[in-house]
């Protein structure tokens, strides 16, 4: 037996809300998603609306002419006007049918389009993570560098004073890394500043914070940790640096580092941690480098 027309309209009104909850679904990921795709989806979500008023226009002209046959089935018995009524209903049901068909169509065209707008974007937002990686990342280590390291004691300053909890800083370079450079060139000088950087972040907590300061210059804040637990860390970073010598190519490079340690005094800023720390570091080559000293 053929489907009768008038049960699209029944089966079409079932699943409308369904429908509907999906599109509006679909696009609160979207925008919510997607800061700055607005425009886009506003001019996506006027063609939805176009559409979805012109099938609700055509609705509800289908149910004013269904009212208005059934006033005249009461007021009729002629067999050749109910055949008419007949025929002008299944007319109206063949027409909502295709709107409803192109309704539908153009929701599945337009979730397309935000699933593939809702790439690109999701694209081009990795793609600035990266550069922004990239820009606070230093290539030769892959520590932070100096802009990160900058950043970041402005922000572990600031939790330390809301917080109330301790801040250190150990300050360190490589001891005659020059003379390193001069007899090995500056490949075998890089591979110890990558081996350096490796074995530092050895020890390393998810929150502290391990930068390349410049050249052979490292700096590592430690939030919430107090001066006599960041000498101990800077006495086993010294001691893992220096631990075995560093191969390149046919060589042995024998690694030393002196370091500073100073903990954050409430009041001061963030460069005068930096500052405490960097004289300490110059007081530990003062008392005869690969040694940790200790700022006030």
């Known amino acids: 037996m053929s489907e009768h027309p008038l049960e699209f309209v029944v089966a079409f009104l079932e699943n409308k809300h369904d429908r509907r909850m999906k599109a509006i679904q679909t696009l609160r990921d979207f925008i919510d998603s997607q800061e700055n795709s607005e425009q886009e989806a506003l001019d996506l979500v006027i063609e939805i609306m176009k559409v979805i008023e012109s099938t609700k226009n055509d609705m509800g002209l289908f149910g004013d002419s269904m009212d208005e046959s059934m006033l005249n089935i009461d007021k009729s018995a002629d067999i050749h006007d109910l055949s008419e009524l007949k025929n002008n209903l299944?007319?109206?049901?063949?027409?909502?049918?295709?709107?409803?068909?192109?309704?539908?169509?153009?929701?599945?065209?337009?979730q397309e389009q935000f699933k593939e707008m809702e790439k690109q974007l999701q694209d081009v937002g990795q793609e600035l993570e990266k550069a922004q990686e990239q820009t606070l990342t230093d290539g030769l280590t892959g520590l932070y560098n100096r802009m990160a390291f900058d950043e970041?004691?402005?922000?572990?300053?600031?939790?330390?004073?809301?917080?109330?909890?301790?801040?250190?800083?150990?300050?360190?370079?490589?001891?005659?890394?020059?003379?390193?450079?001069?007899?090995?060139?500056?490949?075998?000088?890089?591979?110890?500043?990558?081996?350096?950087?490796?074995?530092?972040?050895?020890?390393?907590?998810?929150?502290?914070?391990?930068?390349?300061y410049g050249g052979e210059?490292?700096?590592?804040?430690?939030?919430?940790?107090?001066?006599?637990?960041?000498?101990?860390?800077?006495?086993?970073?010294?001691?893992?640096?220096?631990r075995k010598p560093v191969k390149h190519e046919e060589n042995t490079i024998f690694v030393r580092a002196s370091l500073g340690v100073c903990q954050y005094i409430t009041g001061k800023q963030g460069k005068d941690l930096i500052e405490c720390s960097d004289q300490a570091l110059y007081k530990a080559k003062e008392n005869g480098r690969n040694c940790v000293f200790v700022g006030e």
């Open 152 to 212: 970041a004691i402005s922000r572990e300053v600031k939790h330390s004073i809301s917080h109330d909890q301790p801040l250190s800083l150990i300050m360190f370079d490589l001891d005659y890394f020059k003379r390193i450079n001069d007899k090995f060139g500056h490949q075998g000088g890089d591979e110890v500043l990558r081996v350096v950087a490796a074995r530092a972040k050895e020890l390393l907590r998810k929150s502290d914070f391990l930068a390349r």
């Open 217 to 242: 210059e490292f700096a590592l804040l430690l939030p919430h940790t107090e001066i006599e637990a960041a000498t101990k860390v800077a006495n086993k970073l010294r001691s893992t640096i220096s």
């Open 90 to 110: 299944l007319s109206s049901a063949k027409l909502i049918k295709t709107k409803s068909s192109n309704m539908i169509t153009a929701l599945d065209e337009t």
